[in-house]
């Protein structure tokens, strides 16, 4: 994979922040969500992966706010986006876009047992937007989806992504 030079993503798990960098300045700061498991790589620990990535598949361009990926695939559902109701879904629902990661770096997220991409480590939108600025995905970034529809527009494949405490 290419990384595309210029602009970059920086997730801070410890502000719950993820920072839209070009040309080495903060363009776009954005509130989100880790893993409420904490951090790790292990296939199966449910925990979010640190270290270097990349954009591997940008998923969801014409799907509509809200919109429900099962699968990586709209079906036509739009879910409901919880900001105040304090709701809890019990499904980590997929919403309005999807941006799949690939680790880099082998034995830390890439490879056998740690892989990032076969773990399916996505940043995207969420219902839970109440729960942003706080631990609370499977793995996964979550945003709001106005913030996930508003990054995926500006970024490609290739983009780099650093997960750091």
Same mark, same amino acid.
């Given at each position: ?8 993503? &920086? +997730? ?8 839209? =960098?070009?040309? $080495?300045?903060? !363009?776009?700061?954005? @509130? *989100? ?43 036509? &559902? +739009? ?8 709701? =809890?879904?019990? $499904?980590?629902? !997929?919403?309005?876009? @999807? *941006? ?54 500006? =970024?490609?494949?290739?983009?780099? !992504?650093?997960?750091?405490?």
């Amino acid at each position: 994979m290419n990384i595309i030079s210029g602009t970059e993503i &920086e +997730i801070s798990i410890s502000e719950q922040k993820l920072y839209l =960098i070009e040309n $080495d300045s903060i !363009v776009e700061e954005y @509130v *989100i969500s880790t893993s409420a498991f904490g951090e790790g790589s292990k296939e199966g620990s449910f925990k979010t992966p640190l270290g270097k990535h990349a954009v591997k598949k940008l998923i969801g361009d014409q799907v509509p706010y809200g919109g429900r990926l099962i699968g990586r695939i709209f079906n036509g &559902e +739009i879910y409901p986006i919880h900001d105040e109701e304090k709701i =809890i879904v019990k $499904d980590d629902v !997929v919403q309005s876009r @999807v *941006i799949w990661l690939e680790g880099l770096e082998l034995g830390k997220n890439k490879g056998t047992g740690v892989d990032s991409f076969q773990r399916y480590i996505y940043i995207h939108g969420t219902p839970e937007e109440w729960r942003l600025g706080s631990k609370a995905s499977k793995g996964c970034i979550r945003m709001s989806n106005l913030d996930v529809i508003n990054l995926f527009s500006k =970024i490609s494949l290739g983009t780099a !992504v650093n997960i750091t405490l």
